[in-house]
């Protein structure tokens, strides 16, 4: 069975080639959404645990840090008792540098305290004038920008801190960011609570970090439906080339598998020639694919992480969507007549 | 290898087709005895290769009965039928049918895999088939790079692949040139010599002087010349029935007649009826086909019986 399945492959090889490059490219985009996807859903835990914070102290009506304007006089402060708590300022603005300016999250942080930034490269700003920034912004260390129209230096680099698809955070004092967000040091966005938390005044609600990690994801949810409607599509598509290769190959050997099941081949064995074959392309597809996402990842306009699962539960998939789309061709098998063997032209 | 008789007793076969009944087989009966060859003689479309696939298990008769040795072949069913195929039966089928992606060695050696047979005795059998076949040195050429003669060398190498005490070789010489037709009738002898059975369908001439036994597919007497005659039938009274074997051409004198197609349903539809002057059924005598309709007097009718030639030299050349 396996000679045979093999020799065919052999015997037909443009077509397999052909299709076989056609479903990679499927395949390749289906790692690219889920990587697409799997970044969606990683980027707000990773960058929320980077806070440090179990509870977020918030005003009472706002649903998120990042997601609405939160805003709060600095004295509430005070008013939340916790083991351990930090002010914290949350506001979008922009960064610019050489005329391209950058859409941006800023987050004003007391210094060694919560929601300090974690440095990969550099230092953490501690002064007036100092900013760092998340590393896909791809402004080094030492250069000058401004942001919001003020001048910064950035004397450090982060990773993984960016929130709704990539929106990368810039990490400022906690005045400097008053300044910019508010004109005064009198009012800050949240309270960042590690530790226990007493019973809250009136006024003020707190969120768990997982709570705000959801509330994060949430605008980014008719997105990930949409690539989930792709990648179904996409499956269907790699199904339809397989199963359209796999229909055509029982066709063109129609006369192969009558004369095999005249001298007495059983059909499972010529079912599991058809079924390997379909498989041999699926997997073959699927590995020329886990190459080719290596180099259209990095120029997707997102963030892509394609999770380690990918790597196999792309293929377990790709084998039983081979098996269900070669179905057709296989009841072809199944109904081809030996006695066809004994007419027309063959080789 | 040797195996019983073989013993065909009033084997039917009966298409329906286009809503009609065809009988490519009509109660064929004969025998024949290991380490004979028979052909099956007679026309294309006359049933010879409806024959080869009943008695390898591939069509099931109608009716009758087929039985090599102890094995009632027509009894059999499913499973029963895969194992005497596999087991008992050796096929050649027209025009090689040999798989276009498999070496010559291939070609024998992966039916033989296929139906259980250990992948390196299946090779070592391959070889020494093709050895036998004088093809040992083709063993790794993909069938587009042989010759018509030696592809139907491997044909027959495949199958006698599990030494089969019955091979049916369907026109194993149509298509070939006269020295590689001599090369696979040689070929036949030695295998019949051999103690096997082998039965041959073909129109090719060539076979009938080794063959042991010859079954004419279409009666030999049926194009026999026979003296221009009157013949009368009463209405309603049958002249002949659809599938009847074709002997003669008729001219009606008097009377009127219908001719009828008998459907599968058992209704018939009239496709014409005819009067004096009128002729019918000249087209089965002349290609040696059966009746492909029944004709039946309308009234009574006193009718003109011609052969074939005397038909086509004294009425058609005068219409």
Known sequence: MILLTFRDLVYRKTRFIVVTILGAVVFALLFVMTGLVNQFNLEPAETIEQFGADQWVLPEG????????????????????????????ITRSSVSQGGETEEVVLIGFEADGLGMPQVVEGRASGAEGEVVLDRSLDIDVGADI???????????????????????????????????????????????????????????????????????????????????????????????????VVYLSALDRQRDFAVLKAVGAPNSSLLGSLALQAVLIALGAVALAAIIQVFLAPRFPLPVTVPARAFWQLPVLAVVMALAAGAIGMRKVLRSDPSQAFSGAGA | MTVGPLIVSDLVVEFIHDGYAIRPLDNLSFQAQAGELVVLLGPSGCGKTTLLSCLGGILTPTSGTI?????????????????????????????FNLIPSLTARENIAVPLTLTGHDRKESFARADELLEQVGLADRANHLPSRLSGGQMQRVAVARGLGHNPPLLLADEPTANLDHIQAEAIIRLLQGLRDDGRMIVVSTHDARLVPIADRIVHMVPPD??????????????????????????????????????????????????????????????????????????????????????????????????
């Open chain 1, 62 to 89: 706002v649903s998120a840090p990042f997601t609405s304007v939160s805003v709060m006089p600095a004295a509430a402060f005070d008013a939340v008792e916790a083991s351990r708590k930090s002010p914290v300022v």
């Open chain 1, 146 to 244: 401004t942001v919001a129209g003020a001048p910064f230096t950035v004397v450090g680099l982060t990773e993984a801190t960016t929130v709704l698809a990539g929106i990368p955070f810039a990490y400022l004092t906690l005045a400097d960011a008053q300044m910019l967000a508010f004109t005064s040091t009198e009012v800050i966005s949240s309270v960042l609570v590690s530790g226990e938390l007493a019973p809250l005044p009136p006024g003020l609600t707190s969120l768990s970090s997982d709570d705000v990690v959801a509330q994060t994801l949430q605008p980014l949810e008719g997105a990930i439906a949409s690539i989930d409607l792709v990648r179904a599509l996409l499956w269907i598509v790699a199904a339809i080339i397989v199963g359209a």
């Open chain 2, 67 to 95: 039985r090599l040795g102890d094995v009632d072949v027509t009894a059999m069913r499913g499973k029963q039928l895969d194992a005497y195929r596999r087991d008992d039966i050796g096929f050649v089928f027209q025009a």
């Open chain 2, 222 to 319: 049926q194009h026999e010349e026979r003296p221009t005659h009157d013949v009368t039938f009463a209405a309603g009274e049958s002249i002949f029935e659809q599938g009847d074997p074709a002997d003669l051409v008729y001219v009606v004198k008097t009377g009127e007649v219908d001719v009828i197609r008998v459907l599968a349903d058992g209704g018939e539809e009239r496709l014409n009826h005819l009067g004096p002057d009128q002729y019918f059924g000249e087209l089965g005598p002349f290609l040696g086909f059966p009746r492909s309709a029944s004709v039946r007097a309308h009234t009574d009718v006193v009718l003109t019986a011609y052969s074939p030639r005397i038909f086509r030299e004294k009425v058609l050349h005068k219409h």
